[in-house]
C-alpha cells in the first residue's frame, strides 16, 4: 500500500492555538523531538512574520536532522509585482530550506474580497512564486488556502488553481479546509472528482471545527491524499487541526497504508506530553491513544477483564503507542481494583488481610474527604505504608509563612521551613507571591542539596476544590497536584480546612511517591519486601 507523509505544523499552525506560545528554544526542541520520532517534514514557521520566526531558521541551519525536513512556510507574492522581488518570496529563500511551502488562494470570494485582485492575477502569482521557487532549486508545497469552500463555490475556477500550481511544478498540493466547515463524505466526494492523473501529488490539510478533522484526513488518503498535515495533540487555529496524536496511530495500526515513522510509534505518548509541557499546557486526559484516560479503567467489572483479557476490553496494546494503563480507584471497584493495585509489589487475592485493610483505609480516607481517583500517586503512598515500604525522605518540624501587602503593592508571602532528612536537621527560606508557592519554595531551597531530583520534578497544575460549601470561610477543601518530570506525570491530593495544610500534604505526596517510586533503589515496585520492614 502507499507510503503517506507525514507533514507536521506543530511549530506554525499550532502556534496559532489559543494558550499556545513556544521560546524559540522550545521550538528548537519541539523540532529535535518531532525528527527523532521520525516526522518526514517539520513547519518551521512564517520566516517573513518576526524576528523570532527568522531566528528559528538560522538556528536550525546549523543543528542536524537526522529524518525531517524543515519548511520554511509563506505566502505567494503580492498582487502586481514580480516573484523575483516580492518580500515574500524572498524570505523564503533566505530561509534556506530544502522546501518550502507556499500559501495561495482557491476561493475566488478571497481573491477579490481579501486580496482585492482579479482571479486571472491570482492565478498569475500563484504561478509566477511557484515557479521561481522551482528554479531557485526548492522542493514545493503548494498549500490551497479554502479549497474545498473554493471548490464547492466554483469547481472550475478551484480545478484552475490545483492545474496551475502543476503546471508551475509543485511537488504536493494540499488541499486545505480552512475553515473546518467540511464533513468526511463532502471532502471524499470532492477529491474523488478530480482528475488526479494529471495533477501533483495531493496531501491534505484539515481544520477541526467540525469534529472531523482526523476523519476527514483518513478519508483524504483513501480517496488517494499523499501527504498529510497535522499538529501534536491537534492544537492549532481555533478547534485545532488535525491531530496526529490520532492519524498516525490510526494509519499504522488500522489500515493497509504506511507512515515511515510505524518503527517508532511507541514514543507517541512521550512526544506528545514533551509538546505539552513546552506549551505549559495540561495534556488532554481523554485524548485517544495517548491520553491519560485512553486505559483507564473504572468499574470493578471492567478491571476484573482487564487482569484476565485486556484486549477483549481495549481497542490496541497499549504498550504500540507508549502509554500506560490504569486502573482507577473508587469505592465501586472493590477488591479485584485493589488487588490489581497491589500487583505491582507481589501476588496479593482477593481474600488477603491487606486487601482487607485497604479496603478499610480507602473508606475512612473517603469519608474525611480524600479521593484517589485522581490522585494515584497519593494511594501508592498509601499502599506503601500499609506493606512497610515507605521510605520518607524526610520529617517536617515545623514550617512558618508570613503574607503581607502594602497599600497598591501586590502581596508577597516568606515562609521558612524546619525538617530532618538524612539525619540532618536542615532549613529552607522561600519568598513568594502565594502561601502554596512560598512553601513549594521554602521546600526545594531545604530538600535540594539532598534530593537533587527534585530539579526534575515541575508542578504542572493545580487545583483546589471546596468540599463543604455551607460552612463557607471555614469548609473543608480538597487540593489536587499534578507533578511532571518530563517524562511521568502523577497525582496527588491533600484534605484539610486549611487550604495550605491541604496543599502540604499533596506536595508532600508528590515528592515522597517519586523518590519512592524512581530514586531509592529498594523502594522501587518489583524489588523483594523485607521481611518485616
Ligand atoms: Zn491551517
Not at 530532618?420 to 542539596?449: F, N, W
Request: hydrophobic share 40%; proline share 3%; charged share 25%.
Amino acid at each position: 500500500m502507499s507510503l503517506i507523509t507525514v507533514y507536521d505544523t506543530t511549530l506554525r499552525d499550532g502556534m496559532q492555538g489559543i494558550e499556545v506560545s513556544y521560546t524559540l528554544n522550545d521550538k528548537l526542541q519541539i523540532a529535535h523531538k518531532l525528527d527523532e520520532f521520525g516526522v518526514d517534514y517539520i513547519e518551521g514557521g512564517f520566516p517573513l512574520s518576526n524576528d523570532k520566526e527568522a531566528a528559528f531558521f538560522e538556528r536550525v541551519r546549523r543543528e542536524r536532522f537526522d529524518r525531517a525536513r524543515i519548511v520554511a512556510f509563506g505566502s505567494t507574492r503580492r498582487p502586481g509585482r514580480r516573484a523575483a522581488n516580492d518580500a515574500h518570496i524572498t524570505a523564503l529563500l533566505e530561509a534556506e530550506t530544502e522546501t518550502v511551502t507556499v500559501v495561495g488562494k482557491t476561493w475566488k470570494a478571497h481573491v477579490t474580497e481579501v486580496l482585492g485582485t482579479t482571479p486571472e492575477e491570482n492565478l498569475e502569482m500563484i504561478h509566477d512564486s511557484l515557479s521561481h521557487l522551482k528554479a531557485e532549486g526548492r522542493e514545493v508545497v503548494f498549500d490551497l488556502e479554502h479549497f474545498f469552500d473554493g471548490y464547492k463555490d466554483d469547481p472550475a475556477y478551484a480545478l484552475h488553481v490545483l492545474e496551475t500550481a502543476t503546471d508551475a511544478g509543485a511537488d504536493v498540493l494540499v488541499l486545505c479546509d480552512t475553515n473546518g466547515g467540511t464533513l468526511p463524505d463532502e471532502a471524499s466526494a470532492i477529491i474523488s472528482a478530480l482528475p488526479q492523473e494529471r495533477l501533483s501529488k495531493l496531501g491534505v490539510h484539515f481544520h477541526n471545527d467540525s469534529g472531523t478533522a482526523d476523519a476527514n484526513s483518513l478519508a483524504g488518503i483513501r480517496c488517494g491524499a499523499v501527504h498529510i498535515q497535522g499538529t501534536v495533540n491537534g492544537w492549532g487555529e481555533r478547534c485545532g487541526n488535525a491531530n496526529l496524536c490520532v492519524l498516525v496511530p490510526n494509519i499504522c495500526l488500522k489500515t493497509d497504508f504506511e507512515v515511515s515513522m510505524a518503527d517508532r510509534l511507541r514514543h507517541l505518548t512521550s512526544l506528545s506530553r514533551f509538546v505539552a509541557e513546552k506549551a505549559n499546557m495540561i495534556p488532554e486526559k481523554r485524548q485517544p491513544y495517548v491520553g491519560e484516560a485512553a486505559f483507564s479503567h473504572k468499574a470493578g467489572q471492567h478491571a476484573d477483564v482487564i487482569q484476565k483479557a485486556a484486549h477483549l476490553i481495549e481497542h490496541i496494546d497499549r504498550v504500540l503507542v507508549g502509554n500506560e494503563r490504569r486502573v482507577i480507584l473508587s469505592e465501586l471497584a472493590g477488591k479485584s481494583t485493589i488487588v490489581r493495585k497491589l500487583a505491582r509489589y507481589g501476588a496479593f487475592d482477593k481474600n488477603s488481610k491487606t486487601v482487607a485493610e485497604l479496603i478499610d483505609i480507602l473508606k475512612e480516607k473517603e469519608r474525611l474527604g480524600y479521593e484517589y481517583e485522581a490522585a494515584e500517586a497519593s494511594f501508592d503512598i498509601v499502599i506503601r505504608k500499609c506493606l512497610g515500604r515507605y521510605r520518607p525522605l524526610f520529617e517536617l518540624g515545623n514550617y512558618h509563612l508570613e503574607s503581607y501587602k502594602t497599600g497598591d503593592v501586590p502581596s508577597k508571602t516568606v515562609g521558612r521551613i524546619f525538617l530532618s532528612c538524612a539525619g540532618k536537621q536542615i532549613m529552607g527560606a522561600g519568598v513568594g507571591i502565594g502561601p502554596v508557592e512560598t512553601l513549594d519554595r521554602a521546600l526545594r531551597d531545604a530538600l535540594t542539596p539532598f534530593a537533587d531530583f527534585l530539579q526534575r520534578i515541575s508542578l504542572i497544575d493545580y487545583r483546589v476544590r471546596v468540599l463543604n460549601p455551607e460552612a463557607a470561610s471555614a469548609s473543608k477543601v480538597r487540593v489536587f497536584i499534578t507533578s511532571s518530570d518530563h517524562e511521568h506525570t502523577w497525582d496527588t491530593v491533600g484534605v484539610s480546612e486549611n487550604v495550605i495544610e491541604a496543599s502540604w500534604e499533596a506536595m508532600v505526596d508528590s515528592i515522597e511517591y517519586y523518590y519512592n517510586n524512581y530514586v531509592v533503589e529498594d523502594a522501587k515496585p518489583g524489588t523483594e519486601i523485607r521481611p518485616g520492614a
